[in-house]
C-alpha cells in the first residue's frame, strides 16, 4: 500500500484515509487503539468488541414491559396495609 498523509485539526482529530479504512473494515462508532512504538511512531488497531454477557446483557431490556415510575409510588403501594 502507498504511503499516505493525514492531517491533525486543531481539535487534535484526523481523518483515516478510505483505503485504510477499507482494508481494516473500520466503520463509523468503532473504538481504535493507538500505541506508542517510538518517539515519531504509534501503531493503531481496531479493538475487538466482545459482546457484553450475563446480567449486564440485559441491561434496559424491562424498559420495554414496564413504564418509569418515582420511586415514592413504588415504596407507596409496598406500604399499603402496613399499618392497618
Do not use: N, Y
Given at each position: 500500500?502507498?504511503?499516505?498523509?493525514?492531517?491533525?485539526?486543531?481539535?487534535?482529530?484526523i481523518s483515516i484515509p478510505s483505503a485504510i479504512r477499507r482494508s481494516m473494515g473500520v466503520s463509523p462508532g468503532e473504538r481504535l487503539i493507538w500505541e506508542a512504538s517510538g518517539k515519531h511512531e504509534c501503531r493503531?488497531?481496531?479493538?475487538?468488541?466482545?459482546?457484553?454477557?450475563?446480567?449486564?446483557?440485559?441491561?434496559?431490556?424491562?424498559?420495554?414491559?414496564?413504564?418509569?415510575?418515582?420511586t415514592a409510588d413504588w415504596l407507596r403501594e409496598l406500604r399499603e396495609g402496613e399499618f392497618a
Amino acid at each position: 500500500m502507498k504511503t499516505m498523509i493525514s492531517m491533525v485539526t486543531e481539535r487534535g482529530q484526523i481523518s483515516i484515509p478510505s483505503a485504510i479504512r477499507r482494508s481494516m473494515g473500520v466503520s463509523p462508532g468503532e473504538r481504535l487503539i493507538w500505541e506508542a512504538s517510538g518517539k515519531h511512531e504509534c501503531r493503531v488497531r481496531r479493538l475487538e468488541e466482545t459482546p457484553i454477557k450475563g446480567a449486564m446483557a440485559m441491561r434496559g431490556f424491562a424498559k420495554q414491559f414496564r413504564t418509569a415510575r418515582p420511586t415514592a409510588d413504588w415504596l407507596r403501594e409496598l406500604r399499603e396495609g402496613e399499618f392497618a
